[in-house]
């Protein structure tokens, strides 16, 4: 009896500690449910889903609760985020912003024009493009990813704060010299 009590007492402390700092190697294990879209160590080859290696951590964890929550609306990330718990997404957000970008590439002369367009999203996004905590790195993102992405801000088919007053006034052409550029990052 006192043994099971205590064995009680101890399980439940351990159940009780406070939740530690991610853990990069647990984001590690449940990313592998990830690579067949997301790329290897987050590196997409494919312009329909983003890279995600070293996108900002605070970033990753906020868009992957609005996915679960509804408020990003997206089939597939919807049933994948509807599976992962908090823990889980502060790990794979640390996982992922861990890891290190590749660049997607740009087609070289739209890419010229679309670094003078830049200019007005530095403040947000870093005149690198590497973002900052809920500013996402647009740096070497796919080019057709971010083309989508802003088509859907102008639209009102996805919600982002300053984005939707921000894409109002890009112009399709705008939206792909842009989208060139920072893939070329
Ligand atoms: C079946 C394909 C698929 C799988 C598997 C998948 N995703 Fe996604 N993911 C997508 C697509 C498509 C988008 C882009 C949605 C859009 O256009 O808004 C996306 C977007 C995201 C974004 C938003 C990125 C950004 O730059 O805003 C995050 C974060 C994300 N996924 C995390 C994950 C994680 C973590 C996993 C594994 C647990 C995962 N995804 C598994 C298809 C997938
Ligand atoms: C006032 C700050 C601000 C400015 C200026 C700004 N952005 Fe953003 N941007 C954001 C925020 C915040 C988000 C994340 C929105 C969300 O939570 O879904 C974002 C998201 C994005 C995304 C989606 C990234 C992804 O991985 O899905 C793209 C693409 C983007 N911005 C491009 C631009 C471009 C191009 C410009 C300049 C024309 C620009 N932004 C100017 C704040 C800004």
């Known amino acids: 009896m006192r043994i099971t009590k205590s064995l009680i007492v101890i399980l439940s402390c351990f159940l009780a500690l406070p939740a530690t700092a991610a853990d990069i190697k647990a984001g590690e294990q449940k990313a592998q449910a990830c690579t067949a879209c997301h ?91 590497e973002g900052r905590g809920v500013f996402p790195r647009l740096a070497g993102q796919q080019p057709d990813y971010i083309v989508k992405q802003l088509k859907d801000f102008k639209a009102g088919t996805r919600k982002g704060g300053p984005m939707s007053a921000m894409a109002a006034n890009l112009s399709d052409d705008d939206i792909k010299a842009l989208a060139a550029y920072l893939g070329s990052l």
């Open 39 to 129: 790329g290897p160590q987050g590196n997409s080859g494919n312009g329909q889903f983003p890279s995600l290696a070293g996108q900002q951590a605070l970033y990753l964890e906020a868009q992957i609760k609005a996915f679960k929550e509804g408020a990003r609306k997206n089939p597939m990330m919807g049933a994948i985020a509807a599976g992962l718990n908090d823990e889980d997404i502060d790990n794979l957000a640390a996982y992922y912003a861990s890891q290190k970008p590749k660049s997607a590439g740009g087609d070289q002369k739209l890419a010229q024009q679309g670094a003078a367009k830049f200019n007005m999203c530095m403040g947000c996004h870093g005149s690198s493009a």
